[in-house]
Nanobody, 126 residues
Framework: VQLQASGGGYVQAGGSLRLSCAAS????????MAWFRQGPGKEREFAAA?????????YADSVKGRFTISRDNNAKNIVYLQMDSLRPDDTAVYYC???????????????????WGQGTQVTVSS
């Protein structure tokens, strides 16, 4: 299994970016998908997750109302993160992650995820 993340970059505060993560190597219709992030000097933290069915999404309080997670409706092997109203404290390396279905309560926990992408840098200037 491989996860390829893209879409990171440099943006001014208030701007937007859209991250994509393409998964390959098997089918992912029964997999939950998520985005985590790790800022400078910080631990990796949960940002957003979407259930295998696409019907349930979860967000960290820090991004709720500004970020939107989605996945493609066909092969369900691509997960997106639309990031609006970006702030300097959103600066981080963003990682996508996938795993076979887990309990809803486990979606926010990094150790719940079996596969990880390489990360893409997002830098927000003030």
């Amino acid at each position: 299994v491989q996860l390829q993340a893209s879409g990171g970059g440099y943006v001014q505060a208030g701007g937007s970016l859209r991250l994509s993560c393409a998964a390959s190597g098997r089918t992912f219709r029964d997999y939950d998908m998520a985005w985590f992030r790790q800022g400078p000097g910080k631990e990796r933290e949960f940002a957003a997750a979407i259930r295998w069915s696409g019907g349930t999404t979860l967000y960290a309080d820090s991004v709720k109302g500004r970020f939107t997670i989605s996945r493609d409706n066909n092969a369900k092997n691509i997960v997106y993160l639309q990031m609006d109203s970006l702030r300097p404290d959103d600066t981080a390396v963003y990682y996508c992650a996938v795993t076979p279905r887990v309990a809803l309560s486990a979606l926010r926990v990094p150790s719940s995820y079996r596969y990880w992408g390489q990360g893409t840098q997002v830098t927000v200037s003030s």
